[in-house]
């Protein structure tokens, strides 16, 4: 059974550009979070999907995206890129019902630098 | 606003015990949980406090006390391999997830 899996696994991009990352959640997980870990620090949370809709989203600027496909698959999009982008890009999947108890499957991550 | 408060950097010995504390400060929130992340790697959940007391998964255990915002992650008869970052979690009545800064964990042999 594959785990969580994430593409690409690293990225460089220049400011100003725009990115999309891809996320497969684990078999039968239907939920998906997004989340970005910046050197030395703790993931923040940036949104989750369900059902293919935004369900929550943390204190991160409409210039971050996001997409959930039928398959449970989603996306991570952002724009107008900053140099203050560059870090891991994290997604996490979680069976039904586990949302409430946090028990959550990382991926590998994306490591995003922006020059 | 809302955060968790964890050491930085904690250090023991190879065979020993480690207590790995977090403090919080939110309003409200469903649980606690315990993630470890290798350098290079994902996090992988560790453990869950739903309620207050102790939770035993193996060689590692978590604790939560509500009416004193605290909680903590016990590791035994500590191995190398558990040199790695270990971050609490909680999940506020908004569910957006907050994570601590983490706390790196080197053991000595």
């Known amino acids: 059974d594959a785990g969580v899996t994430q593409s690409p696994t690293h990225l460089i991009k220049t400011r100003g550009q725009q990115v999309t990352l891809r996320c497969s959640p684990k078999s039968g997980h239907d939920t998906v979070s997004w989340y970005q870990q910046a050197l030395g620090q703790g993931p923040q949370f940036i949104f989750q999907y369900y059902e293919e809709e935004e369900r929550q989203r943390g204190n991160f600027p409409d210039r971050f995206s996001g997409h959930q496909f039928p398959n449970y698959s989603s996306e991570l999009n952002v724009n107008a890129l900053l140099l203050g982008d560059s870090a891991l890009y994290l997604c996490?999947?979680?069976?039904?019902?586990?949302?409430?108890?946090?028990?959550?499957?990382f991926g590998p991550g994306t490591r995003l630098t922006v020059l | 606003g809302q955060s968790l408060e964890q050491p930085s950097e904690v250090t023991a010995v190879e065979g020993a015990i480690v207590q790995i504390n977090c403090t919080y400060q939110?309003?409200?929130?469903?649980?606690l949980s315990w993630y470890q992340q290798h350098d290079g790697g994902a996090p992988t959940f560790l453990s869950y406090?739903?309620?207050?007391g102790l939770e035993e998964t193996g060689r590692f255990s978590s604790f939560l006390s509500r009416s004193d915002s605290y909680g903590y992650l016990l590791l035994q008869e500590l191995q190398m391999k558990d040199s790695a970052s270990y971050f609490c979690a909680v999940r506020p009545r908004d569910d957006k997830i907050i994570f601590g800064k983490g706390t790196r964990l080197h053991i000595l042999p």
């Open positions: 939110t309003s409200g929130f469903y649980g």
């Open positions: 996490a999947s979680s069976l039904p019902g586990q949302t409430y108890t946090d028990t959550q499957y």
């Open positions: 406090n739903a309620l207050d």
